[in-house]
């Protein structure tokens, strides 16, 4: 199947790789899936996650296999199936799903937020929910599963400690990231470092009727100087929102940072084209504060 980017940019759309576990239908954005092949043997890894298949080596590279079925507390998995190799956080790894049954292309404004009475936002494994035709597609969160099996892999938040004692840095910063759990920690790791003037949102359409409330009142530089966007977020994506600052005269001069777990080569152009000053993956929160600290002038360690 081929799953090549075709979006342009900004447009605030994404594909969506649509694949089933059992009777239940997922999601994945696209842009993080490199190829589709079918069930391969693995190699058990002693002592690993339960989650963990094994390990194997197609075209001689070695990924990681995850049984996502029990990642979704669904029981494990049998031989066959599909392996959908991904690729976000700079990591290589294969989920095993039952079958996969095509592409959708939507706009992030048509993604419902998952229910907190079905869903506990920041616990679970769901960043939205897509209704097609008569059923519900749920895109997860694969940071959060990946996450969660070897939390050493997410936000590598040691390295901030470096920056720990700094005098306060007032320069405000609005930040937009769905993930309540990456949210939160992305305002700790930036107080950690002297930032103390943080405004956070929950996606770039919040982020954007903000910027344009300061806009209209007169008031944009005592609220935001620098913009940190995720790229996936339901309503608006970090593309359409650095997108519409930088066409707009008033508001291009906002340094805009996008910080996602899917930084790859075509992504990094398409950033670079839409003019976003900073483009870093997740992992390294740490080089997030030091490009931070670089854009702003920030010279006080």
Not at 9 to 37: C, D, M, P, Q, W
Not at 150 to 168: S, Y
Not at 241 to 257: C, F, G, P, R
């Amino acid at each position: 199947m081929d799953t090549k980017i075709l979006l342009e940019n900004g447009t605030n759309e994404l594909e969506v790789l649509e694949f089933r576990i059992g009777n239940r239908h997922y999601g994945i954005n696209v842009a993080k899936v490199r190829e589709i092949i079918t069930y391969q043997e693995v190699t058990p890894v002693p002592h690993a996650h339960p989650s963990i298949e094994g390990i194997f080596m197609p075209r001689g590279v070695m990924i990681t296999a995850i049984d996502l079925r029990n990642c979704l507390q669904m029981g494990e998995s049998r031989p066959g199936g599909l392996f959908i190799i991904t690729n976000f956080n700079s990591l290589d790894l294969a989920f095993h799903v039952d079958a996969v049954l095509g592409i959708h292309r939507v706009s992030w404004a048509d993604i419902m937020k998952p229910s907190a009475t079905a869903v506990n936002i920041e616990d679970g494994v769901s960043t939205g929910i897509i209704k097609k035709d008569d059923k519900l597609i749920i895109i997860l969160d694969f940071e959060k599963i990946v996450s969660d099996i070897n939390p050493e892999i997410g936000l590598k938040m040691t390295d901030v400690q470096a920056f720990n004692g700094r005098a306060r840095i007032d320069v405000p910063i609005l930040i937009a990231e769905d993930s309540a759990l990456l949210n939160k920690l992305i305002v700790q790791s930036l107080e950690t470092a002297g930032y103390t003037n943080l405004t956070h949102t929950e996606n770039g359409q919040q982020a954007w009727d903000l910027i344009n409330e300061w806009k209209q009142a007169g008031t944009l530089d005592k609220h935001v100087q620098c913009v940190i966007t995720d790229i996936e977020m339901p309503q608006m994506d970090g593309h359409r929102l650095t997108k519409l600052i930088k066409e707009d005269e008033q508001l291009k001069k906002l340094i805009v940072v996008i910080f996602s777990s899917m930084i790859n080569e075509d992504l990094r152009r398409k950033g670079e084209q839409l003019g976003a000053d900073a483009q870093l993956t997740k992992p390294e929160i740490g080089s997030l504060v030091s490009a931070v600290d670089g854009l702003l002038g920030v010279t006080e360690k």
